[in-house]
């Protein structure tokens, strides 16, 4: 069964640090996103991402977060410059433009410790 | 008031037991409704979905929408130690980028 790939399954970084977390989608997805689930609270939309730009982006998303699509298969989130509450569980997520909406498929995520 | 509410338990129940997780809802116009279930450090993994009120059947799983109530259940029959993990309801508007809003998710144990 196809499924969406996550490097690295843990990231240890130190504060200031940047940080570039890898997602592999589904073949044939077109939408992407990227949710975030701090330990012991809900998981959190970020961003969505269609066609090569953002389509929409929650307030947490701000300037040190971007998103690309850099070689047309992978789908990455870099935060500029880490702070310890970026510490957290990374999620992408992916769909297809089907006949059935808005079936997302996760990752088992980019677990991200912050120092 | 917020988007989606769930009670994050931890439930825990004996094996074979009829299990029935819920969320309700602030915002009228999500129309697509999911539950998901996570495994600890795992990603979330679609159980059931629907777009419309009523009841939806999936072997042991039932789901079940009311929209005029914004509330929406899971329900698990015979239930099984690994069906112990984290249950997310989770939903989304018809238009724009479809962004899912969680609940806080359920933590489920069933005992053996």
């Known amino acids: 069964e196809p499924e969406v790939t996550q490097t690295p399954s843990h990231q240890v970084t130190q504060m200031g640090q940047e940080v570039i977390l890898r997602c592999v989608p589904i073949s044939n997805h077109l939408y992407f996103y990227w949710y975030r689930q701090i330990l012991g609270q809900k998981v959190e939309f970020l961003v969505s991402f269609y066609n090569n730009e953002i389509s929409e982006k929650s307030e947490i998303f701000d300037d040190q977060f971007s998103v690309e699509r850099p070689d047309g298969s992978n789908f990455t989130l870099k935060i500029r410059s880490t702070k310890l509450e970026d510490s957290a569980m990374y999620f992408c997520?992916?769909?297809?433009?089907?006949?059935?909406?808005?079936?997302?498929?996760f990752g088992a995520g980019t677990r991200l410790s912050v120092l | 008031q917020k988007e989606v509410e769930q009670d994050p338990g931890p439930l825990s129940v004996p094996e074979g037991a009829i299990v029935s997780l819920n969320c309700t809802y602030s915002?009228?116009?999500?129309?697509?409704f999911m539950w998901y279930r996570q495994y600890s450090r795992k990603g979330p993994e679609l159980l059931m979905y629907?777009?419309?009120?009523g009841n939806k059947e999936d072997g042991r799983f039932t789901a079940q929408v009311d929209k005029s109530s914004k509330y929406i259940s899971l329900f698990i029959r015979d239930s099984q130690p690994s069906d112990s993990a984290t249950y997310l309801c989770a939903m989304a508007l018809i238009q724009g980028a479809q962004k899912l809003v969680f609940g806080q998710g359920t933590r489920l144990t069933i005992n053996p």
């Open positions: 915002n009228s116009a999500f129309q697509y």
């Open positions: 997520a992916t769909r297809s433009e089907g006949r059935i909406k808005n079936i997302q498929y």
């Open positions: 629907t777009y419309s009120s």
